[in-house]
């Protein structure tokens, strides 16, 4: 089947960095769009950064100019740099990835097991 593994979570004071990874592994053929995603303790999970294949992002305003997401078509692995940390930026957070297996004819949304970052003094 297909894996998405996080790491790079912890803790941080705020003010400053992290930077998450995730790789996809297993029954892979193609990865069309790829993001990272969190959710807060007591509030629904929201996107916070997508890219797709060909490089295009897209950010939340909320991390607009502190995060960049980044990707490498051919390790299969997307990356999130953190700058700035909040307080507020303190959540799980998931990889996600549509990928499409050998003789499978349509994309599939995988999610990563989650990691936690922590933003406070």
């Known amino acids: 089947q297909v894996q998405l593994v996080e790491s790079g979570g912890g803790l941080v004071q705020p003010g400053g960095s992290l930077r998450l990874s995730c790789t996809a592994s297993?029954?892979?053929?193609?990865?069309?769009?790829m993001g990272w995603y969190r959710q807060a303790p007591g509030k629904q999970r929201e996107l916070v950064a997508v890219i797709t294949r060909g490089g295009t992002t897209n950010y939340a305003d909320s991390v607009k100019g502190r995060f960049t997401i980044s990707r490498d078509n051919v390790k299969n692995t997307v990356a999130l740099q953190m700058n700035s940390l909040k307080p507020e930026d303190t959540a799980v957070y998931y990889c996600?990835?549509?990928?499409?297996?050998?003789?499978?004819?349509?994309?599939?949304?995988?999610w990563g097991q989650g990691t936690q970052v922590t933003v406070s003094t």
């Open positions: 996600n990835a549509r990928i499409r297996s050998p003789g499978s004819s349509t994309y599939t949304t995988y």
């Open positions: 297993g029954r892979i053929f193609s990865i069309n769009g």
